[in-house]
């Protein structure tokens, strides 16, 4: 993978000012065009949720990482390092500590490598969501097969008088 070009993030012919609501949003598509992996587990988060919902005063890509001089975690330059990442988070979350820094943004619930824990509690909550619309599913049709048949019953027994 190379590095993108001036043009890749901000266009040919135009530079889009990059404090407007609407470089906030696109960013994250311009971003998650290459980094396809990142942008799904971005989107998982409350930053990300609250975007597709339009809000475009939220983290996004480059409030995290940077914009011109983006590095892998591994540089301790990096905005994402271990050394920086907590000023990085202070910059939006005045009150973040080293606790608030162990977050993993980038963490993917359906792979065990990012956790056993977040993956079994993902699976758990899947098994607890089919559980309940099954049972409710189940308990919705038993209630119309009960009403329908009442309201055949009474039917018949309306019949039965007029006779």
């Known amino acids: 993978m190379t590095a993108p070009g001036c043009t890749d993030c901000h266009g040919t012919h135009t530079i889009a000012d990059p404090k407007t609501p609407k470089w906030q949003v696109d960013v994250i598509r311009e971003c998650g065009g290459c980094h396809t992996q990142y942008i799904k587990t971005y989107r998982d988060t409350y930053h990300g949720q609250v975007t597709d919902l339009g809000y475009s005063v939220v983290a996004t890509c480059s409030s995290c990482h940077g914009s011109h001089e ?90 039965e008088e007029k006779h």
């Open 70 to 159: 983006v590095l892998p975690k591994s540089n301790p330059l990096s905005k994402v390092s271990d050394e920086r990442i907590l000023s990085t988070c202070q910059a939006c979350h005045a009150k973040a500590n080293a606790n608030f820094v162990q977050f993993q943004p980038h963490a993917n619930k359906y792979s065990k490598e990012s956790g056993l824990i977040l993956y079994y509690t993902t699976k758990a909550m899947q098994l607890l969501l089919a559980g309940v619309f099954a049972f409710f599913g189940l308990h919705t049709i038993l209630w119309l097969y009960r009403g329908l048949a009442e309201m055949r019953k009474r039917r018949g027994e309306g019949n």
